[in-house]
């Protein structure tokens, strides 16, 4: 009966039941963090007092911010160094490779959890893992031992036919996913695939499916750990990881999608959105101005070698600039080895080291009114760093194509070598520093300048009046919350600094207006929060005063983050009620101290005179957090 994912979490359940849509508590297996969101987490997790961690497995990497334009990165990379070997964490250095990459190849075991502080945690789903995404802090208490709360989830399974025709690749499988189900329609939801289709998918191209499920909002997805993922084990002398797991013959669903791989063609997501999606052929001949190939989506050996196969003997357009970034230092050190590195040289390729690179804003920004092809998973405004580019997500096979044309090509029109799967990985971890019990003790944590204390909120008062700082409408991502990029990232460990960035490309009076009101409220449509899953986006707001957004709905992972930092996530129950309300209108809550289960809050707009009801399913756990001004003062409190 049950599925994969009812099977690993029964395995792993410490509260609840499994209800879907109820509240349960799961066991944390391992634990990643990456750089950008790490030192916060190992803040939090210092402010915990935890010695070494309790997880069967923690990996600290560091990828995102790798660009040292000053001392501040640098910096946190010493600091993360450090940390994670006083409490026990293996630390993969920077140029090791992409966090989800190498976390597939060398970690990521079938049947275990894993809780990352990234939203594309769920790339180690390719294997089997149930990998989620969360908030730093959520992470650091599952690297203390605490249990990991979240709601059961709703199973979609998406059941895949026939294989894949030349030219079409795995990334055209889930951007045919994001048209169907959209970037909310996963919210709730784990996507488990099956079907005689996925057989002919090896694990790097299941996990690109994984990876960009975190594009349709999804709690993680899965594939069966079977034959491939032992054969990809094996490869990188890990068999020994390997067990068996699938659904049940008669597993229930709640929905499923089929797919014909025989038939799907290449596909494109428009900006800004991933599931603004279409097939390749209705843009054929657009104009081309920067080819991006790379991150945690698509940067695997294979991906690469379909690549080099394609830039064979060819030279790029002169009007294009082709980036690649392999997606870790075994893809980097293999492509050297066979060639595939210089036939990129070769074509007109700039070669960027193996991190996330353009794909978070670390350089590479495109020139003004670009049209930048990208093999990433997010294209959302301004993620680029040149607000006027429009960014568009294609397969490696599409996008080494279109750099040699100067204009979108079909690659099923072009003929190259379809790449095979290596017989062995090359594996050297001599860049993972392990954890070393011995040497702990006398460990000195090193923390440079820019690295500032944690702010912790201040338990919930009984009632809040202030104004609405900002009305912002559907599908608001992080990043448009807490912009990225490489004038933001150096401050990520300096809440005060980055508080500043807050909103910058949506309302640039943001900061000012909360700092001139002290605060007050965030008035948002559907869907609120989507895309990453960094705290600074609920941490900054806190910082500077934001008590509740008030939503038409949320995202995961980032209404779990307010709830951490003691900001109340609150949804109208009319959606007619939101049209009501203008920015700068006063807003009054009372009886804060009484909120309870299930009960509706009511919400008197002050400036217009009107009165309205929200709900905040927020369960015991959660409206003790809030009360206590946020996690951290939760566990302070019950210690
Ligand atoms: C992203 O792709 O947006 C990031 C950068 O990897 C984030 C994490 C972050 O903001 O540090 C994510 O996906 O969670
Ligand atoms: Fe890095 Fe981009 Fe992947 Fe985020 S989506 S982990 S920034 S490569």
Request: glycine letters at 8%.
């Amino acid at each position: 009966m049950p599925t994969i994912t009812e099977k690993i979490i029964k395995q792993h359940l410490i509260d609840g039941t499994l209800i879907r849509g109820a509240s349960i508590g799961i066991k944390i297996d391992q634990t990643l963090t990456q750089d950008a969101t790490g030192t916060m987490a190992y803040l939090q997790l210092e402010a915990m007092g935890v010695d070494q961690v309790k997880t069967e497995l923690s990996v600290s990497y560091v990828d995102h911010n790798t660009l040292q334009n000053g001392f501040e990165n640098a910096d946190d990379h010493k600091y993360l160094q450090t940390v994670a070997l006083k409490h026990g964490i293996y630390f993969s250095r920077p140029g090791n490779g992409i966090c989800h990459q190498i976390h597939l190849e060398r970690f990521a075991i079938p049947g275990k959890t894993l809780l990352g502080s990234d939203s594309h945690t769920p790339t180690a789903g390719a294997m089997g893992s149930l990998a989620i995404g969360a908030g730093g802090l959520d992470v650091a208490c599952a690297m203390a031992g605490r249990t990991f709360h979240l709601q059961m989830p709703h199973i979609i399974n998406v059941k895949l036919h026939g294989s894949l025709q030349r030219g079409v690749s795995s990334k055209d499988i889930i951007l045919k996913v994001l048209q169907q189900l959209s970037v909310k329609g996963g919210v709730g939801n784990v996507i488990e695939y099956s079907g005689d289709g996925i057989k002919s998918l090896s694990i790097p191209q299941r996990a690109t499916i994984t990876n960009m499920g975190a594009e349709l909002g999804a709690t993680t997805s899965i594939f069966p750990s079977d034959e491939r993922t032992r054969e990809f084990l094996k490869k990188q002398h890990r068999e020994s990881d390997w067990t068996e797991l699938c659904a049940d013959d008669d597993a229930k669903y709640d929905q499923i999608i089929e797919i014909n791989l025989d038939n799907l063609e290449p596909m494109i997501a428009m900006p800004h959105s991933p599931d603004h999606v279409l097939p390749i052929t209705e843009v054929l001949g657009l104009k081309v101005d920067q080819v991006a190939i790379g991150s945690c989506t698509n940067s695997s050996y294979r991906d690469m070698m379909s690549v080099a196969n394609i830039l064979k003997g060819k030279m790029i357009h002169p009007d294009v600039s082709l980036v690649i970034s392999p997606g870790s230092r075994q893809v980097l050190n293999m492509l050297a080895k066979n060639n595939g590195l210089s036939t990129m040289i070769s074509s007109g390729a700039r070669i960027l080291e193996s991190t996330c690179g353009p794909c978070i804003g670390m350089g590479q920004s495109p020139i003004t009114n670009a049209l930048s092809l990208r093999t990433f998973n997010r294209n959302f405004y301004g993620r680029s760093g040149t607000l006027s580019a429009k960014v568009c997500l294609v397969s490696p096979e599409t996008a080494a194509a279109s750099a040699l044309t100067g204009y979108i090509v079909d690659p099923r029109t072009v003929s190259f070598q379809i790449p095979q799967d290596p017989d062995e990985f090359e594996i050297d971890d001599r860049m993972i520093i392990p954890p070393n019990k011995e040497q702990a003790k006398d460990v000195e944590v090193i923390r440079g300048p820019n690295i500032k204390p944690l702010p912790i909120n201040t338990p919930l008062e009984k009632k809040i009046q202030k104004k609405v700082i900002i009305k912002v409408g559907d599908n608001i991502t992080t990043d448009h919350i807490a912009p990225a990029g490489a004038k933001v990232l150096p401050y990520r460990s300096n809440i005060e600094k980055i508080s500043q960035f807050i909103f910058m490309n949506v309302k640039p009076s943001f900061y000012n207006d909360c700092m001139n009101n002290h605060g007050g409220f965030i008035i948002a449509g559907s869907n609120y929060g989507q895309g990453s899953s960094r705290e600074h986006a609920a941490l900054a707001p806190m910082y500077l005063g934001i008590k509740a957004v008030i939503a038409k709905s949320f995202a995961r992972i980032h209404r779990a983050n307010l709830i951490n930092f003691g900001i109340i996530p609150l949804s109208f129950i009319n959606e007619c009620d939101y049209d009501q309300i203008d920015e700068m209108d006063e807003l009054c809550i009372e009886n804060l101290e009484k909120i309870s289960v299930n009960q509706p809050i009511s919400v008197t707009n002050i400036t217009k005179n009107i009165t309205f009801t929200v709900t905040h399913n927020l369960n015991e756990l959660d409206i003790e957090t809030i009360q206590a001004g946020g996690t951290l003062n939760l566990i302070r409190h019950n210690q």
